[in-house]
């Protein structure tokens, strides 16, 4: 839970505004993304995902959106809860079979 | 279902001693993995298999060992405990591979609750 945390860049937001999580990734071959939710002492929880053949996709109060050009993957929350607090990560294809995770960022919301 | 489980969910462990971690799945998955988290680090992938029978190293192999005979479990070895081992591990499991970008969900890995273990 907070060990997961420490050192992460940290995105703090009043309850019902939006939020943007960012994330670069690496590897311009990558054809599939997804980003997820880690609650304190849980496991990563899909969110929502993305290929490379979409620039967007909505989700339940969730958007992702993808710029090839400049390998930028961002998260957007509407209506930003108390329960959206966790650690988010993105992660994109580095092969047939794996994924590879970026550091996370913690998002902290405030009522 | 019961989704991805993990056993045992804490370990704590002396320096030299040997545990497996149990990871089993009731989704009818292909394909399973070990990751380690450690703070700041985000996940990297320990090995994995892409089917009962087969296994791969991943990022940081050094140390463990996996096997998979039914497809349902995927088991991690410690043979001799390192400090350094001390971290959060999560396994993961995913359908399989996607056809034509239609079954994009197929993709998707679904993580267990994870195994917190210490080495002293």
């Known amino acids: 839970g907070e060990s997961v945390g420490l050192h992460l860049p940290t995105l703090s937001v009043q309850e019902g505004d939006n939020s943007i999580i960012n994330c670069a990734y690496s590897?311009?071959?990558?054809?599939?993304f997804i980003w997820y939710k880690q609650e304190s002492g849980k496991g990563p929880q899909f969110i929502i995902d993305?290929?490379?053949?979409?620039d967007k996709r909505q989700g339940q109060r969730v958007t992702v959106l993808l710029n090839k050009t400049v390998k930028h993957l961002s998260l957007q929350i509407a209506a930003t809860q108390p329960g959206d607090s966790a650690v988010y990560f993105c992660?994109?294809?580095?092969?047939?079979?794996?994924?590879?995770f970026g550091k996370g960022t913690m998002l902290l919301v405030s009522p | 279902n019961a989704g991805v489980t993990q056993t045992p969910k804490f370990r704590v462990l002396k320096t030299g001693q040997s545990m497996t971690l149990l990871c089993a799945q009731d989704m009818n998955h292909e394909y399973m993995y070990w990751y380690r988290q450690d703070p700041g680090m985000g996940l990297r992938l320990i090995h994995y298999?892409?089917?009962?029978?087969?296994?791969a190293k991943g990022e940081v192999p050094d140390g463990y060992n996996v096997s998979r005979l039914k497809k349902q479990n995927f088991l991690l070895g410690l043979e001799s405990a390192a400090p350094s081992q001390t971290s959060v591990y999560f396994c993961?499991?995913?359908?399989?591979?996607?056809?034509?970008?239609?079954?994009?969900?197929?993709?998707?890995?679904?993580f267990g609750p994870g195994t917190r273990l210490t080495v002293l």
């Open positions: 993305i290929r490379s053949n979409m």
């Open positions: 298999s892409v089917g009962e029978g087969t296994t």
């Open positions: 992660a994109e294809n580095s092969g047939y079979s794996t994924l590879t």
């Open positions: 590897n311009s071959a990558s054809d599939y």
């Open positions: 993961a499991s995913r359908a399989g591979a996607s056809g034509g970008g239609t079954a994009i969900d197929t993709d998707t890995q679904y």
